[in-house]
Nanobody, 129 residues
């Protein structure tokens, strides 16, 4: 069972930066596709950014050019989300998610939450005006 633990959330003024970290509790190697999602109060959870097991990245239009997803390719994956030029509308609970590869070694760099069976508990990000 993969366990994911997020950290790095906090409160920041608009225009500021935060760096989120997600640590895996077991050895998931470099074969998993990983992603960040967020959920604001009263809204559905939405995909923010994904990173494929080949290193390719994908972003939601709302964060392109401001957020950067990356990972540490050690045996225990550490996933990062660098968030710059933060806006009040970025305020949400941010979740890390992991998707194991199938029998072919394939995983999907989808922004759909249904593709990810493993989730962290989330870290809160609050951006003030």
């Amino acid at each position: 069972q993969v366990q994911l633990v997020e950290s790095g959330g906090g409160s920041v003024q608009g225009g500021g930066s935060l760096r989120l970290t997600c640590a895996a509790s077991v050895y998931i190697y470099n074969r998993y596709c990983m992603a960040w999602f967020r959920q604001a109060p009263g809204k559905e959870r939405e995909g923010v950014a994904t990173i494929h097991n080949n290193g390719a990245t994908k972003y939601a239009d709302s964060v392109k050019g401001r957020f950067t997803i990356s990972k540490d390719n050690a045996a225990k994956i550490t996933l990062y989300l660098q968030m710059d030029s933060l806006k009040p509308e970025d305020t949400a609970m941010y979740f890390c998610a992991a998707q194991p590869p199938d029998w072919r070694g394939y995983c999907s760099s989808s922004l759909s939450l249904t593709e990810y069976p493993y989730w962290g508990q989330g870290t809160q990000v609050t951006v003030s005006v």
